[in-house]
């Protein structure tokens, strides 16, 4: 399968975590245009510490391997590539804008992974249309704002929009983390703020406020983390945060604030009670702790192992393409 991906030139989690993904199950097949520089390892126009998230986890993790970006408009037009994929639509738009007339509605996909639930008609309407940070107000926006705000939530999205989250490569995920690893109950980086402050909390962390960079290198955080028995984790700009699957990838109990206010369609999937420990306070969080036995534990620490197994960007990018193609073959 020939897949032409476009692009932007900074990072965004969403467009590169499948740019990765696909670049996995496609290899050559996916072609990225223009061409991701900082998904490539050795890229360094920039120290890392100059980019956004320290370029961890995600960034410069693909093999630069030869890839055929010649010709890109004669063969679009032609319908040469049998997927047209916007790896960030808001992104990428100028392209949108100029090929549009040449787009295929079985072969285009759109992706939006801005922090805004805000949903674009004119780009929902029209093409498979994977949205992070989706809910059901989000069909209050879809629709103009036309209909009174005490039935919105009654109103289905189009047929079109479907939930996506974040994924992490499966390279990035640790094996064999257990209780007897653990030195510590808690990261260095705590983005809780009422967390950070309790007495009993407050010797762990090092940050000073829910952004400060606490690491220079990913393998120093990774290390932290896989030291830590818990991680935590809150709703930032949006629920999804690359964060979350961090935390799970090495090996720490995810402990994630107010889990229970995200609606079911918003990233991230799967998260719950067998695998993580939702709070709603530092007190709560602390008394949940306090009273969980070694068993209990490593039941969650399990668990946790299997929801980061199901959230790899190879597992995430063949989901997408698969509820594309449902979707397609449902409306043919």
């Given at each position: ?14 467009q ?13 097949d996916l072609?990225?245009?223009p ?12 120290p ?11 960034w410069?993790t ?7 970006r ?7 037009r ?6 047209v994929?916007?790896?960030?639509i ?17 072969k285009?996909?759109?992706l ?6 805000g949903l ?16 059901s ?5 879809y ?6 705000k005490?039935i ?17 490569p499966?390279?990035?995920i640790?094996t ?10 808690f ?9 950070r ?5 407050k010797?762990?962390a ?5 952004t400060?960079?606490?690491f220079?290198?990913e393998?120093a955080?990774y ?5 830590s ?10 629920w999804?945060?690359?964060?979350h ?6 090996g720490?109990v ?8 995200k ?10 009670e067998t ?6 306070s ?5 008394e ?9 534990y490593h039941a ?8 980061i197994?199901?959230?790899?960007t190879?597992?995430?990018?063949s ?6 193609f449902?979707?397609?073959k449902?409306?043919?």
């Amino acid at each position: 399968m020939k897949i032409l991906y476009f692009t932007s030139p900074d990072p965004d989690n969403l467009q590169d975590a499948y740019l990765h993904g696909l670049r996995m199950l496609f290899g050559a097949d996916l072609v990225d245009y223009p061409k991701k520089e900082v998904m490539y390892k050795g890229w360094n126009a920039r120290p890392h510490t100059e980019m956004y998230a320290r370029l961890f986890t995600l960034w410069r993790t693909l093999d630069d391997i030869p890839v055929d970006r010649t010709d890109i408009d004669s063969r679009l037009r032609k319908g040469y590539y049998d997927l047209v994929i916007f790896g960030s639509i808001e992104r990428t738009l100028p392209f949108y804008n100029f090929y549009l007339p040449y787009l295929n509605f079985k072969k285009t996909i759109l992706l939006e992974g801005e922090d805004s639930r805000g949903l674009n008609p004119r780009w929902a309407r029209k093409f498979m249309f994977f949205k992070r940070e989706l809910q059901s107000k989000a069909s209050y926006y879809y629709n103009y704002k036309l209909i009174p705000k005490f039935i919105y939530k009654r109103v289905s999205l189009h047929r079109n929009v479907l939930p996506i989250s974040f994924a992490i490569p499966k390279e990035k995920i640790t094996t064999g983390i257990s209780l007897s690893h653990k030195t510590k109950l808690f990261p260095s980086h705590i983005v809780d703020g009422e967390l950070r402050e309790h007495p009993k909390v407050k010797a762990f962390a090092k940050n000073t406020d829910n952004t400060t960079h606490v690491f220079d290198n990913e393998q120093a955080y990774y290390q932290d983390l896989k030291c830590s028995k818990f991680g935590i984790t809150t709703k930032r700009g949006g629920w999804d945060c690359l964060r979350h699957y961090e935390i799970a990838a090495n090996g720490a109990v995810i402990c994630f604030r107010n889990l229970h206010e995200k609606e079911p369609l918003s990233a991230p999937h799967g998260l719950n009670e067998t695998n993580c420990i939702p709070y709603t306070s530092a007190d709560s969080l602390l008394e949940h702790i306090e009273k969980l036995s070694d068993d209990a534990y490593h039941a969650l620490l399990s668990e946790g192992y299997k929801w980061i197994w199901s959230q790899t960007t190879e597992v995430k990018a063949s989901d997408m393409l698969e509820r594309a193609f449902n979707f397609w073959k449902e409306n043919a």
